[in-house]
């Protein structure tokens, strides 16, 4: 069986040229057929974002069961892990980086403590504060679902050569941010 690294996939698919539709090129057709008073041209962008958000939750969601993590799990941890030494931040700051309530924060490290991938610390700072730390076992746990997550997305991303990851990341930040604006107000 003939086996193909991303790169090669890459140029082959290149080489093929861009598909000649797809499911929304069909959606947004049948739409200009039935409501030709509407400018569907929103769902060429949008609905393609769709469908991509859901390949990719399928995807990350592997990735991470592969590790024995939900995708909530992979959060808290890999909140954690991005700190640096010694991985740890207050549940306040849990709760900012995950975006979750504090009923559910509490319920997620509480879980993620049963299974030894964080601790609770007295927050040296603050003797009525408590700090969530990653364990070793935790940081081996996140750092092999990240590796697997970062492989997954490459075989999402394999038809793009590196300027259209970037031109496309770039397009992207200038969508996300507005949104992204509004979460932080």
Partial sequence: MLSLMPSDLRAARAAAGPPASDEVDDIVARWRTERPD??????????????????????????FAAHGLEAWEFDVLSALRRQGPPYQLSPGALLRSTLVTSGTMTNRIDRLAETGLVRRDRDPQDKRGVLVQLTDAGRRT??????????????????????QQAELAALLRVLLAPFDAAESD
């Fill in 38 to 63: 509407l400018d569907v041209a929103p769902l060429e962008v949008l609905s393609r974002v769709s469908r991509l958000a859901k390949h990719l939750d399928r995807a990350r969601r592997a990735a």
């Fill in 142 to 163: 996140v750092d092999a679902a990240m590796s697997a997550l970062l492989a997954r997305e490459r075989e999402l991303l394999h038809s793009l050569d590196d300027g």
